[in-house]
C-alpha cells in the first residue's frame, strides 16, 4: 500500500511566521507535488519535483518554497505566511505505470494563518 | 498550459438514478485522465483513470469516456448509492509531470 504523510493534519501560525510542511512517501516515487485546495478553485498546483533536489513552479508558486533534499521527502515553506495562505494543502507523489502518472495523495494540512 | 472545466459544480441525485460529470481540456497533448473521489475530511483517491488510446472504460458501477476530438471527457456513476456523495474531480496529463485539475464536483446522493 502506497503511502504518503505529512507533518500535521492541523496547523495555526501567526501572520509573518515561516512555516514548514512536510511531506514523505514510502513508495521510492520520483514525482512529488503540492497542491493547495480551496472551495471553488479545486486543487491548484503550487511546486512539483521529479528528482531530488530538482523543483519545478506549478500554478502559483508566489510566496512558496520547496525543499527536496531525499527522495522520499518534499517539504513546502512558507516565507512569511499571510492570511490569503489559508487553505488546505495537500502532497501527492506518482511513479511512471506504462508511461503514464498515477497520483497518491497525503491526509491534507488544513492551514490557519492569524 | 492545459485548462481542465468542469460541470457542474454541485449535483444531487436520488438514490438509485444515475449521475454524470463533464470535464473539458484544452491541450491535444493530454493522454492521461483521472479521476478522483474526495469523501468529507479526507485525501482524493483515483477511482478510475482513461489514457487517450481508448474510448470507455468500465468498473463495476462507474465508467468514464474520452471524446479526444472534443477534448471532452465524461464520469458517469450508475445505481448511486448515499456513499458516492462525494466531491469528484477531473484531471488531465500529458506525458509530462504535471496534472491540471478540474474545479471539482459536489455530488450529493439523496436516499
Known amino acids: 500500500d502506497v503511502k504518503v504523510t505529512q507533518s500535521s493534519r492541523y496547523l495555526v501560525k501567526r501572520t509573518g511566521e515561516k512555516v514548514f510542511l512536510e511531506c514523505v512517501q514510502d513508495?521510492?516515487?520520483?514525482?512529488m507535488f503540492w497542491y493547495r485546495q480551496d472551495p471553488g478553485l479545486g486543487l491548484r498546483l503550487i511546486y512539483f519535483s521529479y528528482d531530488v533536489k530538482m523543483k519545478e513552479k506549478g500554478d502559483i508558486p508566489e510566496g512558496y518554497s520547496v525543499s527536496r533534499e531525499k527522495k522520499e521527502r518534499f517539504s513546502l515553506i512558507l516565507e512569511s505566511a499571510s492570511t490569503n495562505q489559508t487553505s488546505m494543502y495537500l502532497c501527492?507523489?506518482?511513479?511512471?505505470?506504462?508511461?503514464?502518472?498515477?497520483?497518491?495523495f497525503g491526509p491534507g494540512t488544513r492551514l490557519t494563518v492569524l | 498550459g492545459e485548462n481542465v472545466e468542469q460541470h457542474p459544480s454541485t449535483l444531487s441525485v436520488q438514490e438509485g438514478d444515475s449521475a454524470v460529470i463533464k470535464c473539458t481540456y484544452s491541450d491535444s497533448a493530454s493522454n492521461y485522465f483521472p479521476w478522483y473521489k474526495q469523501e468529507l475530511g479526507k485525501r482524493p483517491q483515483l477511482i478510475i483513470d482513461i489514457r487517450s488510446n481508448v474510448g470507455e472504460k468500465k468498473d463495476q458501477r462507474i465508467a468514464v469516456t474520452l471524446n479526444k476530438t472534443a477534448k471532452h471527457f465524461s464520469l458517469h456513476i450508475t445505481e448511486t448509492q448515499p456513499e458516492d456523495s462525494a466531491v469528484y474531480f477531473c484531471?488531465?496529463?500529458?506525458?509530462?509531470?504535471?496534472?491540471?485539475f478540474g474545479t471539482g464536483t459536489s455530488l450529493t446522493v439523496i436516499p
Open positions: 501527492a507523489s506518482s511513479f511512471w505505470r506504462e508511461g503514464y502518472n498515477e497520483q497518491f
Open positions: 484531471a488531465a496529463s500529458s506525458t509530462g509531470n504535471q496534472f491540471y
Open positions: 513508495m521510492d516515487h520520483e514525482n
